[in-house]
């Protein structure tokens, strides 16, 4: 349990240290959402329809035993962000800590499964 902590901390400071850096590196545009904000409406689209069928899909694998499939999602809906912002708003590089997220996500992703699968 301790290293998994371990691992996780590390990924909350490397973000707080990647962000800035990254921001001032390439001269990032600050998010105009609270949290996220779709990028256009094919974005906002595509994010529903991603989540309609995941939902129903992450219940039926659930209630079979495949636990896996809400990580599945997240990578899904990550990936759509970072190509939608990489696409549309190129101009803005707010894809840069998208991916960047997006990479600590998948880190922390192994790390969770690594030690729940240990132990």
Same mark, same amino acid.
């Given at each position: 349990? %301790?290293?998994?902590?371990? #691992?996780?901390? #590390? ?18 545009? &600050? ?8 990028? /256009? &409406? %094919?974005?906002? =689209? ?14 039926? +694998? ?24 990489? =696409?549309?708003? =190129?101009?803005? =590089?707010?894809?840069? +800590?998208? +991916? /960047? ?7 922390? +992703?192994?790390?969770? %499964? ?6």
């Amino acid at each position: 349990m %301790t290293g998994f902590i371990l #691992v996780m901390s #590390v990924i909350v400071i490397y973000l707080f240290i990647s962000e800035p850096w990254l921001k001032k590196r390439y001269s990032v545009q &600050k998010h105009s959402g609270i949290l996220f904000k779709p990028i /256009n &409406k %094919t974005h906002l =689209k595509a994010e529903f329809i991603l989540l309609v069928i995941a939902l129903p899909v992450i219940g039926f +694998l659930a209630g079979i035993g495949f636990t896996p499939a809400i990580m599945i999602f997240f990578v899904l809906l990550y990936g759509l962000r970072v190509v939608m912002e990489w =696409k549309y708003a =190129k101009e803005k =590089k707010q894809y840069i +800590l998208t +991916l /960047n997220g997006f990479v600590a996500f998948i880190v922390a +992703l192994a790390a969770a %499964t690594i030690f729940y699968f240990q132990g």
